[in-house]
């Protein structure tokens, strides 16, 4: 699963622009606008999400999810839950 800050993130790291990621992932412009505006795990088709995470992957990417380890190294970002 992959959430919305997660895409925002993504592209961030990259300097890429929605329409740009629109491009490599062969999705729409509206398509990636509404899965950034999903609240938590973004809402798609199968399709259009495998297509999203590949073109992610192929771009240097490499998505993190809750607990896992990140055992390939190299430079990112990791949200964690803020101390209460």
Not at 43 to 50: A, Y
Not at 51 to 62: C, Q, S, W, Y
């Amino acid at each position: 699963m992959m959430t919305a800050g997660q895409m925002r993130a993504a592209r961030a790291i990259l300097g890429m622009d929605q329409r740009r990621l629109a491009e490599i992932s062969g999705l729409s412009l509206p398509t990636i606008q509404r899965m950034e505006a999903s609240e938590g795990v973004i809402r798609g088709t199968i399709e259009s999400l495998t297509k999203l995470i590949a073109a992610l992957n192929a771009a240097g990417v490499d998505l993190i999810g809750e607990g896992a380890p990140s055992p390939d190294g190299g430079r990112g970002v990791r949200l964690r839950r803020p101390a209460e």
